[in-house]
């Protein structure tokens, strides 16, 4: 066997082992009306990552504004609440992709953790999404703890 054919092996067993490893927690769609309302002189950020194959072995940390808020978990989302202010995201094996934006008292914001193929490797990176297109996709996803 090549070893171009050998990689492509050791790959596809690493992501059907992988995708045994389903994520837990309520969805959003069940959880959602139970969510806490954010305080009036506070603002949410949610994070959310789509449960695709792709890249799923690869789940660096989020950053925010330098403190590390959780991990990029494929099929999974969670929200921190923060004061208003201006804010930057990015995730620790991207350090050039930053999302940038301000929270106001009672706002909401949604972080996209997007997969993409770099020269080597999959790289996840953040995307500020609208709060519609955001809880569409956030439906299915399960709440990590």
């Given at each position: 066997m090549n070893r171009h054919a050998m990689m492509l092996v050791v790959y596809l067993t690493a992501l059907f082992l992988l995708s045994g490893c389903a994520?837990?927690?309520s969805k959003y769609s069940e959880l959602r009306p139970s969510i806490?309302?954010?305080?009036?002189?506070?603002?949410?950020i949610y994070f959310y990552r789509l449960a695709e194959a792709v890249g799923s072995p690869f789940q660096p940390s989020v950053i925010l504004n330098g403190e590390e808020v959780g991990k990029s978990?494929?099929?999974?989302?969670?929200y921190v609440d923060r004061r208003p202010g201006s804010y930057k995201v990015y995730?620790?094996?991207e350090k050039e992709k930053i999302v940038e934006f301000s929270l106001e008292p009672g706002q909401a914001r949604y972080i996209r953790l997007s997969v993409a193929l770099a020269a080597v490797t999959y790289r996840v990176y953040?995307?500020?999404?609208a709060k519609d297109f955001a809880e569409s996709e956030m439906r299915s996803l399960?709440?990590?703890k």
């Open positions: 994520v837990e927690g806490t309302p954010v305080q009036p002189d506070m603002g949410r978990t494929p099929g999974g989302f969670y995730l620790s094996n953040p995307e500020l999404v399960h709440h990590l």
